[in-house]
């Protein structure tokens, strides 16, 4: 049978037997809504909580939005607020990057749509900025209970209103990525980041676990727990109004407004409905995060196989479809992530001991995973240098490897699994 895969900006079609399909795991297709800014609006206007143009009356207002790596309705999500806080003091927005590329082209286009946005609304009183993690003029606000220093944008602070703009999906160690995490890291500093980043080693650390999730049961994530207390600390005695949406292939499937807490409680419901999944492990899985901009870099791919590695078994093998078109990494993390995985893997692993450099998280767990399968194999625009230097293999013809795989067992079950950085994967 044909099975098309995402990649890039395109697809790869691939013919699977169905004797060896194991089946395709990717997002459930619930019913998108017909008009997107119809139902922004209509969860604006019947928030959890006060009203945004309430809150904004006379007040000063931090808007965060997401960057570019994000593929939410960018323009949508600022069009829907921007009219809700005319009669704010001032508006802020800030594009929260976190340890992201800053200038990045695309980022560049969110500044001049959010422009045009306030402009066309005649916003009084606004300006707009992109996140540097290295700037030097950060504001220390202290340190959480676990010892996280929080270095934040000195723009993002002192604000009456804090409004952010939340893509939702599952997040292979924050539990989900969702309104905490466009203050931490969103808007803080590269010691902040590290250092909260650091807890990505620990068990609890992982997806499905959050402390907003309405099962009280999932709430034991350290990391996600100290994203949450930088965001309040950030926030300071100032309001957070959450804005937020969970969406596929660039169609709305669900929206939230107000109280950060309950807000985000409704999209991991959500979430937990349509991107969670149990599955019986296989032998042989293919990997796709889900096209640009989930697969833009390996730095960004990753986040796929980490979602998905419950999904294959001791010594088995994945096929990782990954485009790569801005490369291995963004710069300040090809360090710690790209080049410490280049180390035979036990060294890799025995390095990630005593002071935690951001981004090894990535690399430790890269290194566990390709120490737990006996092969991935990478179709990517990567050179073959650059693929087999962090022990993967790279590939010129997906379906030459499927058909590999069943001349070497007529038997095989092969599972495909595609929008990987959308998706979280449990074990029966």
Same mark, same amino acid.
């Given at each position: ?5 995402? =990649? ?10 169905? +004797? ?30 006060? !009203?945004? !143009? ?11 939005? *997401? ?59 606004? %300006? ?16 959480? +209970? ?25 997040? =292979? ?10 203050? /931490?890291?969103? @808007?803080?500093?590269? %010691? ?8 990505? /080693?620990?068990?609890? +650390? ?5 402390? =907003? ?9 350290? /990391? ?18 959450? /804005?937020?949406? @969970? ?16 807000? !985000? ?26 096209? =640009? ?18 999904? @294959?078994? %001791?010594?088995? *093998? ?41 981004? *090894? ?11 737990? @399968? ?8 990567? %050179? ?19 058909? *590999? ?24």
């Amino acid at each position: 049978m044909e099975v098309s895969v995402s =990649y890039g900006d395109d697809k790869v079609d691939l013919n699977i037997p169905e +004797s060896n399909f194991a089946g395709i795991i990717k997002p459930k297709q619930l019913e998108p809504k017909s008009d997107l800014l119809g139902e922004l609006k209509r969860v604006l206007d019947n928030p959890q909580g006060p !009203t945004l !143009t309430e809150l904004a009356k006379s007040k000063s207002v931090c808007v965060l939005v *997401e960057d570019h790596t994000r593929d939410e309705p960018h323009l949508e999500l600022v069009s829907s607020i921007v009219p809700r806080l005319k009669r704010a003091s001032r508006v802020q927005f800030i594009v929260t990057t976190g340890s992201h590329e800053v200038n990045h082209p695309d980022n560049l286009e969110i500044v001049n749509m959010i422009q045009k946005v306030a402009e066309g609304s005649k916003l009084p009183n606004f %300006d707009v900025i992109i996140h540097d993690c290295s700037a030097e003029d950060l504001i220390n606000l202290g340190k959480t +209970s676990r010892g996280t220093p929080v270095w934040v944008n000195s723009a993002a602070v002192g604000h009456d209103v804090y409004v952010s703009l939340s893509d939702m999906k599952a997040h =292979y160690f924050a539990g989900y990525s969702n309104v905490v995490k466009n203050f /931490l890291p969103g @808007v803080c500093g590269f %010691d902040t980041i590290e250092g909260n980043h650091s807890m990505a /080693l620990h068990p609890q +650390s992982t997806f499905g676990v959050h402390p =907003y999730h309405p099962d009280e049961k999932r709430r034991e994530n350290p /990391l996600a727990d100290d994203m949450r207390e930088g965001m309040e600390m950030i926030a300071g005695k100032g309001t957070v109004f959450l /804005l937020a949406v @969970v969406t596929d292939g660039g169609k709305l499937i669900w929206a939230g407004a107000g109280k950060p807490e309950p807000v !985000t409680a409704g999209g991991i419901k959500i979430l937990d409905e349509s991107s969670s999944f149990t599955v019986t492990p296989q032998t042989r899985i293919i990997v796709s995060p889900g096209g =640009y901009p989930q697969d833009k870099s390996l730095y960004h791919a990753q986040r796929a196989i980490e979602l998905t590695k419950n999904a @294959v078994l %001791d010594y088995g *093998e994945i096929l990782f479809l990954a485009q790569c078109k801005d490369g291995v990494a963004p710069q300040p993390a090809i360090e710690n992530f790209y080049n410490k995985l280049t180390l035979p893997l036990v060294d890799v692993i025995a390095s990630i001991g005593g002071k935690y450099h951001l981004y *090894e998280h990535k690399a430790f767990k890269f290194a566990e995973l390709l120490m737990k @399968v006996s092969r991935i194999k990478m179709y990517t625009d990567l %050179d073959s240098e650059t693929v087999e230097g962090v022990h993967m293999e790279k590939v010129s013809d997906p379906q030459a490897v499927v058909d *590999e795989w069943i001349a070497e067992d007529p038997t095989v079950k092969i599972l495909v699994l595609d929008k990987g950085n959308k998706i979280a994967v449990y074990t029966e």
